[in-house]
């Protein structure tokens, strides 16, 4: 069992940063993989970014490449989003999310522990 707690959104203006923190608790944090996820309104969920566990890598959705970075600090059994470069586009509530998996790790499904998740609101 993995309990994760987000923290971090805000408002910021475009191309601004946020850094969104996710502090887990629970079982062994380093064996799974980990993910962040975002849901505007009215669309379904839709992947960020992942970091398999292992030391599998990290991977990013096109939208986000090049100015989103995915972390994990597996001592403090926490990961991160830094987001610079925001645009209003990237509005949404994020999710962090861990499971025992690597692959189907652009599916929301495929992840069986999740955060309550965190506002991110990008003005323009």
């Known amino acids: 069992q993995v309990q994760l707690v987000e923290s971090g959104g805000g408002l910021v203006q475009a191309g601004g940063s946020l850094r969104l923190s996710c502090a887990a608790s629970?079982?062994?944090?380093?064996?799974?993989?980990i993910a962040w996820f975002r849901q505007a309104p009215g669309r379904d969920r839709e992947f960020a970014a992942v970091?398999?566990?292992?030391?599998?890598?990290?991977v990013y959705a096109d939208s986000v490449k090049g100015r989103f970075t995915i972390s994990r600090d597996n001592a403090k059994n926490t990961m991160y989003l830094q987001m610079n470069s925001l645009k209003p586009e990237d509005t949404a509530v994020y999710y962090c999310?861990?499971?025992?998996?690597?692959?189907?790790?652009?599916?929301?499904?495929?992840?069986?522990?999740w955060g309550q998740g965190t506002q991110v609101t990008v003005s323009s």
């Open positions: 970091n398999l566990r292992s030391g599998g890598g990290t």
């Open positions: 629970g079982d062994t944090f380093s064996t799974y993989t």
């Open positions: 999310a861990a499971g025992s998996i690597t692959s189907w790790f652009t599916r929301a499904a495929a992840y069986k522990y």
